[in-house]
């Protein structure tokens, strides 16, 4: 294991703004670790809606201080363990979401870095048929699809409807409704152009949204999952009884938004399903994007059309 240094290449940005207050830093200092967390030397990252609302200073009350290293996804290696932790080593190959509540003082120094700082309960040792790029994308965005699927009561024999199948989350809530919890029916929207890649994801039928009017299906499901943020869209499409769960508004009742709680063992117990290649991860075709473009992968990502994750890779 080489050693490592007191100082390492981040993003970073000093103020809240567009993508222009984001700088490559070459002077920020390796965080310390407390006691229940480990030092990942991070390989790849993955950017999240999140990042970019956090830079943009729309999370600000709840934020941690500025300067910020923004990131929550990553996939690395552990090269330093803290005293109280148990079961990850030196050497382990691991994969999270470092920010167990991400809109409560999220960690100032995240994982667009060479170095960041997690809590051993936040990470899981990566699929073993995955490389690096490939689970970097995986944390924030299927932990956020199970959790919405757990909270929605979801179980094998009931149908679903996505609005937002080809998106970060989406195309995991899609994978996982299919082959993690065993749906009867699963739909999903999308605009024209992906509405195959929606089927090879899983789903029986594909909306194009630009073309149906979303509020006038014929079909009702047992469980809408609105990753939009649709309104009356969901609370019109769910059966009488079922639920209508949601990731950002705005969503009329009886639907519910929920904030992820992260959680490594979400990804120990979906590791088998990644493992058999059950459900597979979806990068941006536009992706990786090196680690001198940071700032491109932003503004990519802030169009919202990315299809799937927007990963960086590598990371020096
Ligand atoms: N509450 C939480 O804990 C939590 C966790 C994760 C994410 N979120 C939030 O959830 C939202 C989605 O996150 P994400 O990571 O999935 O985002 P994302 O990957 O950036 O989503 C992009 C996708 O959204 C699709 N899309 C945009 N408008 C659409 C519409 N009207 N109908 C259908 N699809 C549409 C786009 O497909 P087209 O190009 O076909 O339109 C694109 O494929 C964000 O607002 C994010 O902040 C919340």
Redesign the pocket.
Known sequence: MSEIPSKMKAWIYDEYGDVNVLRLDEGVSVPEIKEHQVLVKVVAAAL???DF?RRLGWLKATDSPLPTVPGCDVAGIVVKVGSQVKNLKEGDEVYGDINEK?LDKPKQFGSLAEYTAVEEKLLAIKPNNLDFQLAAGIP??IE?ANEGLERAEFSAGKSILV??G?????SWVIQLAKHVYGASRIAA???TS?LELLKSLGADLAID?TKENLKELPEKFDVVYD????GETGPNAVKEGGAVVG??GPLSPPGF????TADGAVLTKLNPFLESGKIKPLNDPKGPFPFSKVADAFSY?ET????GKVVIYPIP
Do not use: D, H, M, Q
């Open positions: 999240n809606p999140v609302k991400g924030l965005a956020t609005l937002g080809a998106g970060g989350v989406g929207t999308s605009s992906k949204y990753a939009i943020g649709l990731i950002s938004i929920f904030i992820l990502l919202g059309r990315a299809t």
